[in-house]
C-alpha cells in the first residue's frame, strides 16, 4: 500500500487478505519502523546537529545552508469538502498537501 500508493481493497484482491488485516499490517509496519529509526533518524536536529550541517555547507561553498531542500505535491483523493479551499491547488486543480524535506550530503533527513 505505500509502494504503490493503493487503497486496501487494492491489497485484498492482489494479495487476497482482508481489508482490516491489510490496515492492521500497515499500522504495525509503521509503528515498528518508527520505533527502530526515530532516535537516530526521525528526530528534531540538536544544536550540535546544526553546527556539523552548517559546518558541511560552508566547506562545499554555501555558507549558511544546512542542506538541500525538496518539496513535492502529494494529491489529497479524499480531501473533505469543507477543506478544498484551505490546501493548495496542484497542476490539475485538485487538492493537494505539500510535502518538504531538507537533506544533508550524507543523506540525514
Known amino acids: 500500500m505505500l509502494a504503490y500508493g493503493i487503497g486496501t481493497d487494492a491489497v485484498d484482491v492482489y494479495v487476497c487478505i482482508g481489508t482490516s488485516t491489510a490496515i492492521e499490517c500497515l499500522k504495525k509496519f509503521v509503528t515498528n519502523i518508527i520505533l527502530i529509526f526515530e532516535s ?5 536536529p540538536n544544536s550540535n546537529d546544526v553546527q556539523r ?56 533527513i
Open 40 to 44: 537516530e533518524y526521525l528526530r528534531k
Open 53 to 108: 550541517l552548517i559546518k558541511m555547507g560552508k566547506a562545499r561553498g554555501f555558507p549558511g545552508m544546512m542542506g538541500s531542500i525538496d518539496y513535492m505535491h502529494l494529491q489529497w483523493k479524499n480531501c473533505p469538502k469543507a477543506w478544498k479551499g484551505m490546501f493548495m491547488r496542484g497542476h490539475k486543480g485538485v487538492p493537494t498537501i505539500l510535502l518538504n524535506v531538507v537533506a544533508s550530503s550524507d543523506l540525514w
